[in-house]
Nanobody, 127 residues
Framework: QVQLVESGGELVQAGGSLRLSCEAS????????MGWFRQAPGEEPEFVAA????????HYADSVKGRFTISRDNAKNTVSLQMNSLKPEDTAIYYC????????????????????WGLGTQVTVSS
């Protein structure tokens, strides 16, 4: 069982920045693929970013590429999402996800590949 706890969501003006963090339980955290998804009201969860075992194995949605950066600290069992140049369309609940069965390489981007989800943190970007 993996528990994920997100933090860092808040109200911010367009053009601003936020840093989301996720703390994970589990002794083999370094072997998990970790991802961030978001869900706006009335919509399906949308892939945002993911990171594999190594920091250079990252994957981003086209809508956030160049603005968001995912990173991980295996010593602290945390994954972060640095979000810059925020837009109103980034408004959503952001979920941290974990794939303990990940076998290496580039991380997956399908929601069904991630077995564990946090409760989410609300990000609201005002225009």
């Amino acid at each position: 069982q993996v528990q994920l706890v997100e933090s860092g969501g808040e109200l911010v003006q367009a053009g601003g920045s936020l840093r989301l963090s996720c703390e994970a339980s589990g002794r083999t955290f370094s072997r998990y693929a970790m991802g961030w998804f978001r869900q706006a009201p009335g919509e399906e969860p949308e892939f945002v970013a993911a990171i594999g075992w190594r920091a250079d194995y990252t994957h981003y949605a086209d809508s956030v590429k160049g603005r968001f950066t995912i990173s991980r600290d295996n010593a602290k069992n945390t994954v972060s999402l640095q979000m810059n140049s925020l837009k109103p369309e980034d408004t959503a609940i952001y979920y941290c996800t974990a794939d303990p069965g990940f076998s290496g390489g580039y991380p997956p981007s399908l929601s069904t590949d991630y077995d564990y989800w946090g409760l989410g943190t609300q990000v609201t970007v005002s225009s």
